[in-house]
């Protein structure tokens, strides 16, 4: 099993990737891929690293908004949806898969 909090490499050179590099892409680039600061090869995110995106955001905050929230306040309970959609976006990085873009 691999350590988590690990972030990805290079598959070429095995260079780590920066975190924000990969934050980036999920935030605005899903269609660009990502280049190595030390050799220049392309990664893309792997599918299963999409869906890790999606499970670490967008899930949580659906399943706390409907379900766990203490709170009556409908905006009370959006704003802690939006801040764990944001915690969850924060730690993607270190559990997407890279894969060699094609
Ligand atoms: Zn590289």
């Given at each position: 099993?691999?350590?988590?909090?690990?972030?990805?490499?290079?598959?070429?050179?095995?260079?780590?990737?920066?975190?924000?590099?990969?934050?980036?892409?999920?935030?605005?680039?899903?269609?660009?891929?990502?280049?190595c600061d030390n050799c220049g090869a392309e990664h893309k995110i792997s599918i299963p690293g999409r869906f890790a995106f999606v499970s670490l955001t967008v899930i949580p905050a659906i399943i706390f908004m409907n379900y766990l929230s203490p709170f009556g306040n409908f905006f009370v309970t959006l704003g802690i949806g939006i801040v764990i959609l944001t915690v969850g976006s924060l730690l993607t990085p270190y559990f997407v898969e890279f894969k060699e873009a094609v």
């Open positions: 099993m691999e350590v988590i909090f690990v972030l990805r490499k290079c598959v070429n050179c095995n260079k780590q990737s920066s975190w924000y590099k990969i934050y980036k892409y999920f935030l605005w680039l899903h269609n660009k891929s990502i280049e």
